[in-house]
């Protein structure tokens, strides 16, 4: 199946252009009984968008700012690897000031989340110290010694409390900004995990200081290096973590 699936949101919905939604999805622009609306078709399995459509849900009655699911005509919030939802308006952050708009709002999504389960398939960073796969993780195939770089990274964050990461805020098109409101958008990347992770972002917005960001930074390059491995933006944030 494909975007054939559309037709379950109603006759009368329709394409209008693709949008840039990583490789792992394909990602349009859809008009929904006259709305605007977004819809991403991918090989997510069905428990992986039931936790991604739930944890929106969640988030939306929170009063976060977040994409909501639009139900088909009978009722799902999925089907067949589609999932469309609401569009969320604005631009990205710009300045020191909005990205520390972005900051205060990953913490808010980290308290809100604190007993939230992981997603299916996945491992958090300190999972990783002892297991090496999970869901697009596979540090067997990394070079000799980046596993261990990686882990000697992750090792720093053992202990911490975990909650649900967005995992790829520092993207700024992946934040929708008004004057109102901070909506974070594309979280395919998402799951249970430390914190820190989600608070390397451009001007130091989280106000990480010393240690503390030395810290966050290298599990963050590790992070980004493990789940992209096989592409020259991996290669160059392991070159951010440093040696064992």
């Known amino acids: 199946m494909g975007w054939e699936t559309l037709r379950l949101w109603g006759e009368d919905a329709v394409r209008i252009e693709p949008l840039t939604g990583g490789s792992a999805n394909d990602v349009w622009s859809l008009r929904i009984h006259g709305r605007l609306a977004v819809g991403r078709l991918g090989t997510r399995s069905d428990a992986d968008l039931a936790w991604e459509?739930?944890?929106?849900?969640?988030?939306?009655?929170?009063?976060?700012?977040?994409?909501?699911?639009?139900?088909?005509?009978?009722?799902?919030?999925?089907?067949?690897?589609?999932?469309?939802?609401?569009?969320?308006?604005?631009?990205?952050?710009?300045?020191?000031a909005d990205w520390r708009r972005v900051a205060d709002t990953l913490r808010q999504l980290h308290r809100l989340t604190q007993d939230w389960p992981q997603r299916p398939g996945w491992r958090s960073s300190t999972d990783l110290l002892h297991e090496e796969t999970g869901t697009r993780i596979d540090l067997a195939v990394m070079p000799p010694g980046a596993a261990e770089r990686c882990r000697a990274a992750w090792a720093r964050l053992a202990g911490r409390p975990a909650c649900i990461v967005h995992g790829n805020p520092d993207n700024p098109g992946n934040i929708r900004m008004t004057a109102e409101r901070v909506a974070l958008i594309d979280?395919?990347?998402?799951?249970?995990?430390?914190?820190?992770?989600?608070?390397?972002?451009?001007?130091?917005?989280?106000?990480?200081?010393?240690?503390?960001?030395?810290?966050?930074?290298?599990?963050?390059?590790?992070?980004?290096?493990?789940?992209?491995?096989?592409?020259d933006y991996a290669i160059r944030r392991l070159a951010e973590v440093r040696a064992v």
């Open 53 to 96: 459509t739930g944890l929106m849900h969640y988030l939306d009655r929170a009063g976060l700012s977040v994409p909501v699911p639009i139900p088909t005509e009978d009722g799902r919030f999925f089907a067949n690897g589609l999932t469309v939802m609401t569009y969320m308006e604005g631009g990205p952050p710009e300045t020191a």
């Open 187 to 231: 979280w395919d990347e998402a799951h249970r995990d430390v914190p820190d992770l989600d608070l390397v972002l451009p001007h130091n917005a989280a106000g990480l200081q010393g240690e503390a960001h030395d810290i966050a930074a290298q599990a963050a390059a590790a992070w980004e290096a493990a789940v992209c491995w096989g592409d």
